[in-house]
Antibody, heavy 121, light 110 residues
């Protein structure tokens, strides 16, 4: 089955770190760019970060630049998001999503179920 | 405030045709292809339209997209109760070097 499954979310305090993982299955993971998109409670969608198929290029939203790092392990069909110096405003459901190709395609032709990250003291 | 502007709400009755607008600028909609997403309550978004007017496999032809200049539109014809959802537009912004989303439009089927 073609799917994305996120893990690693939870409750952390401001300033702490968390690493999200996304396990891909059912397709050739190494052929696709991947993205992270988040949604704060009751709010709209916000793009967080993207990586090309071979990690040659990585892009970040200004709101997370310098704090978050996207990476991937094509041998393990996995996408990661290392989140450091977390803030209250990073509280959201984080979605792992697939591009329709190796970047330049359509963001989000496949989505994970989402994982909740809560930052609170 | 979102880079792309969408009206916060829209409504229609079953069978009706409704349209959603998405307004941007030359650095995003004016130069790149627009995607549209449907998010039903409590679940992940789903790609509805890509490359301005293309439907992924499985999306009914009741859904259609278009783009003109720095604005894009999503239309739903033959509105059904199950279309009640939030609808988002998104596009790559060449100035920001990142994807931007609209704030979303909540569709209510009366």
């Amino acid at each position: 089955e073609v799917q994305l499954v996120e893990s690693g979310g939870g409750l952390v305090k401001p300033g702490e770190s968390l690493r999200l993982s996304c396990a891909a299955s059912g397709f050739t993971f190494s052929s696709y760019a991947m993205h992270w998109v988040r949604q704060a409670p009751g709010r709209g969608l916000e793009w967080v970060s993207s990586t090309t198929a071979t990690s040659g290029f990585r892009f970040y939203a200004d709101s997370v630049k310098g704090r978050f790092t996207i990476s991937r392990d094509n041998a393990r069909n996995s996408l990661f998001l290392q989140m450091n110096s977390l803030r209250d405003e990073d509280t959201a459901v984080y979605y792992c999503t697939r591009d329709s190709g190796d970047f330049g395609g359509a963001l989000g032709d496949l989505w994970g179920q989402g994982i909740l990250v809560t930052v609170s003291s | 405030q979102s880079v792309l502007t969408q009206p916060p709400s829209a409504s229609g009755t079953p069978g009706q045709r409704v349209t959603f607008s998405c307004s941007g600028r030359s650095s995003n909609i004016g130069s790149k292809a627009v995607n549209w997403y449907q998010q039903l309550p409590g679940v992940a978004p789903k790609l509805l339209i890509y490359s301005n007017d293309q439907r992924p496999s499985g999306v009914p032809d009741r859904f259609s997209g278009s783009k003109s200049g720095t604005s894009a539109s999503l239309a739903i014809s033959g509105l059904q109760s199950e279309d009640e959802a939030d609808y988002y537009c998104a596009v790559w912004d060449v100035s920001l070097n990142g994807w931007v989303f609209g704030g979303g439009t909540k569709l209510t089927v009366l």
